[in-house]
């Protein structure tokens, strides 16, 4: 089973570049999520997405956007790379919204900005 | 506003040894509760939850934690360590908004065994 997978799993970009990270689930889940992660910091909610065609604000979302055309689809955009955002970032998909459900991630993109 | 806090930054421990990472949160309402684990370069995995009845929860792995709301604290624990459970873990505190999960994640604790 695939789950959450994230492409890519690596990236440099260089001041001022654009990039989309993208994030596919099978699993047929309606809410998904985008976290950045930092050091000592834990993960920080950058967008989320409670079904296709709906997305909203997290806690951190700006410098970032989103779309959500497909239930299985969530890219993230970068339109302008700055160095703050050199983090590493994770995709989760989960199918319930009551904070029951499991959530389930994808491995990863570490991006770092030069 | 909510708030989770992992006293401990790293920890290191025997292998066969047991473990306690601390949790404590900052809620209103009862919380949801989780424990995730992070092995190295990879995504979180659930290891267990709490959101109502028997305060001692099982989890994956062999691990277990224990809701203590006069303590406000979720700590994880495990009675013999193996060098497998190596990694980053957090915990993290559920609520339901309008529209979504808000979960929020502590800032984790580092797990080192040595052999």
């Known amino acids: 089973n695939a789950g959450v997978t994230q492409t890519p799993k690596f990236r440099i970009l260089k001041i001022g570049q654009s990039m989309t990270l993208q994030c596919t689930q099978d699993?047929?889940?309606?809410?998904m999520y985008w976290y950045r992660q930092d050091p000592g910091m834990g993960l920080k909610l950058i967008y989320y997405?409670?079904?296709?065609?709906?997305?909203d604000k997290g806690e951190v979302p700006n410098g970032y956007n989103v779309s959500r055309s497909t239930t299985e689809d969530f890219p993230l955009r970068l339109e302008l790379a700055a160095p703050s955002q050199t983090s590493v970032y994770f995709c989760?998909?989960?199918?319930?919204?009551?904070?029951?459900?499991?959530?389930?991630f994808g491995q990863g993109t570490r991006l770092t900005v030069v | 506003a909510q708030s989770v806090t992992q006293p401990d930054i790293h920890i290191t421990v025997s292998e066969g040894a047991s473990l306690e990472l601390r949790c404590n949160y900052s809620?209103?309402?009862?919380?949801?509760l989780f424990w995730y684990v992070q092995s190295p370069g990879q995504g979180l995995q659930l290891l267990l939850k709490?959101?109502?009845?028997?305060?001692l929860v099982q989890g994956i792995k062999g691990f277990e934690a224990e809701f203590k709301r006069s303590q406000s604290s979720f700590n994880l624990r495990k009675p013999s360590v193996h060098w497998s459970d190596a990694a980053e873990y957090f915990c993290?505190?559920?609520?339901?908004?309008?529209?979504?999960?808000?979960?929020?994640f502590g800032p984790g604790t580092s797990l080192s065994v040595i052999p």
């Open positions: 809620y209103g309402a009862t919380p949801y």
């Open positions: 997405s409670v079904g296709a065609g709906i997305t």
């Open positions: 709490y959101f109502s009845g028997d305060t």
């Open positions: 989760a998909s989960q199918s319930f919204p009551t904070g029951r459900g499991e959530a389930f």
């Open positions: 699993m047929n889940h309606n809410y």
């Open positions: 993290a505190v559920g609520e339901l908004q309008t529209s979504y999960d808000k979960v929020i």
